[in-house]
Structures are given as structure tokens and as C-alpha cells.
């Protein structure tokens, strides 16, 4: 299968020009046979045994703040920013015509926008290192449940488990990746930031930067695949919830989290939460967590 496209330059010279086309294609096919892979593998496992019921504090308050508004308000711009540039993207390869270049790197621009104020508000409000922890122990055990329903669960996490680490840590590598070649990309348009100078990098290098351009984007059609069909699967979409809410309840917190690795803080006895200014505590039986989302 083809990798890559190459052209020749005017002066005879054979060039990259970009990704084949196959790879786009073998994404699309990927992404439809692990979703139909893993929604099959989950029907045939054997049920997993929970073991026995576990108390809820009477302290803990019914509704637990996971995300921000300020969190879910950036996770949904980047979504629309993410869709709106695979679409722009790979549209026209299908087939659809419309005027997508301006498109594709305003959609780029909100992408940018949104990393920049992610990082800032990550540094600045949130436990920034939260999602960086590497729990070598939790990871193999994590593994060895995935390849057996007879390995024992994986011990509780905190606010972010092995898999959603993971996940993080991909999505922010090659959404980096695409940033940084999409803007020296748009130097070749004209923009209201420039004029454009199509002359920037020899035609080498543009190759080299088509290439790791269109691998992010192939790369992103999977991921992008796999985060919506894992969301809206049924046993996720507590999680998902959270990020339309803001907040999960008591059960599911006391179920797949481990309160000293995310400690919640707040409450009263009668079930009242007093979060300090900017706290983002959702009301009377909501609690606030420290900022880690």
C-alpha cells in the first residue's frame, strides 16, 4: 500500500506532496472494525463479579464535581475545532465540494486557541501534573484485566484512570503535531495575520511537512472514532454525562474511584456545600473537588 504522495518540481525534482489517500481509507476501515471488534469482545466476556456492595459515606454528598464549566466550555469548542478539521480535511477526497480551505484553518486557529487557553488554565487553576502521574502498577493491572475477566479489577484511580492518561497523552502528541506543521502551512495561504510565502521552506521540507500534517490527521480519525464510541457506550456514558453536567453522583464515585487518591472537599451535615470563590460547586448537595480536570 501506498504511504505517501510524491510529485515532481519544476525543476525535475521528485518531492513529497503528502499522505496517500490509503491511509485515509485504511483509518476509516480500522476505526470500523475496532469499534464492531470491541462491542463483539465486550458482548462475549463473562460477566465480571463485582463482589459485594460498597457503603456510601453518609458525609459524601450526592452530586461530585468532576469538570468545570470552564473545562467542559473548552472540551466542546475543541470538539467542534476537531471535527470541523477532519471534515475539511478528508471531505473533499470523498468527494464533497465546497470551499474548505478557509474553513480548515479558521477551524485550525479555534484548535490553537483552545490548546493555548487549556494550557493556561490547566497551569494556573488545575493540578497540572494530574494527568502526567504514571502509576507503572496501575497500567500492568489495568492490562491484565483486559486480556483476562479472571485477572483480578485494577485498584481504584483517581480523577483520571490508566486508559484516559493514555488517551491524553496520544491525543496530545499528535494534536501537537498537526498545530505545528498546520501553522507553517498557512504561511503558503493568505490569512489576515500575512501574506503568504510559499518560498518559507525549501520543497523538501513543505514534503516533510505535508506528511506529518496528513499522518495527524489520519492518526485523529481514529482517535476522534474511538473517544465518541467509547462515550456513548452505555457503561461510559456516566462520563460523558459529566462532561454535559459538570458533575457524577455518589456512586459512581464511590465505585470506580479511590478517595485518597481524589479527595473531594466541602459538605455539612446537612448536606450543603459552602465552596470557597471560584470553586465552581454546583449547588446545595454538590461537592467541589480541588481542580484536576
Do not use: C
Amino acid at each position: 500500500m501506498q504511504l505517501w504522495r510524491s510529485a515532481e518540481n519544476p525543476w525535475g525534482q521528485e518531492v513529497l506532496i503528502g499522505v496517500s489517500w490509503n491511509l485515509m481509507w485504511a483509518a476509516l476501515i480500522g476505526a470500523g472494525l475496532f469499534l464492531v471488534g470491541h462491542a463483539v469482545w465486550v458482548k462475549t466476556r463473562p460477566a465480571e463479579d463485582h463482589g459485594e456492595p460498597v457503603n456510601i459515606p453518609s458525609d459524601l454528598p450526592e452530586k461530585i464535581e468532576r469538570h468545570s464549566l470552564a473545562s467542559r466550555i473548552f472540551h466542546w469548542t475543541m470538539s467542534v475545532a476537531m471535527l470541523a478539521l477532519l471534515v475539511t480535511a478528508f471531505g473533499p477526497v470523498l468527494g464533497w465540494q465546497f470551499p474548505w480551505v478557509e474553513i480548515h484553518w479558521m477551524a485550525g486557529v479555534l484548535l490553537i486557541a483552545t490548546v493555548v487557553y487549556h494550557v493556561i488554565h490547566a497551569v494556573g487553576w488545575q493540578d497540572f501534573w494530574a494527568m502526567f502521574k504514571l502509576d507503572v502498577g496501575e497500567g500492568v493491572a489495568t492490562m491484565k484485566h483486559v486480556m483476562s475477566p479472571k485477572a483480578p479489577p485494577p485498584p481504584k484511580a483517581g480523577k483520571y484512570p490508566f486508559d484516559h492518561r493514555m488517551y491524553h497523552h496520544a491525543i496530545v502528541v499528535v494534536t501537537l503535531a498537526a498545530i505545528v506543521t498546520g501553522v507553517l502551512m498557512m504561511v503558503r495561504i493568505d490569512t489576515p495575520f500575512w501574506t503568504r510565502n510559499p518560498y518559507l521552506l525549501s520543497d523538501s521540507a513543505w514534503g516533510v511537512m505535508y506528511v506529518v500534517h496528513g499522518l495527524s490527521g489520519v492518526s485523529l480519525i481514529l482517535l476522534v472514532a474511538a473517544h465518541i464510541y467509547f462515550a456513548i457506550r452505555p457503561e461510559k456514558r456516566w462520563i460523558t454525562w459529566s462532561m454535559i453536567r459538570g458533575w457524577i453522583d455518589r456512586e459512581h464515585y464511590v465505585q470506580h474511584f479511590d478517595p485518597e487518591k481524589w479527595k473531594v472537599t466541602g459538605g455539612s451535615s446537612d448536606g450543603s456545600v459552602s465552596p470557597p470563590p471560584g470553586s465552581g460547586a454546583l449547588a446545595d448537595s454538590t461537592v467541589s473537588a480541588p481542580r484536576e480536570d
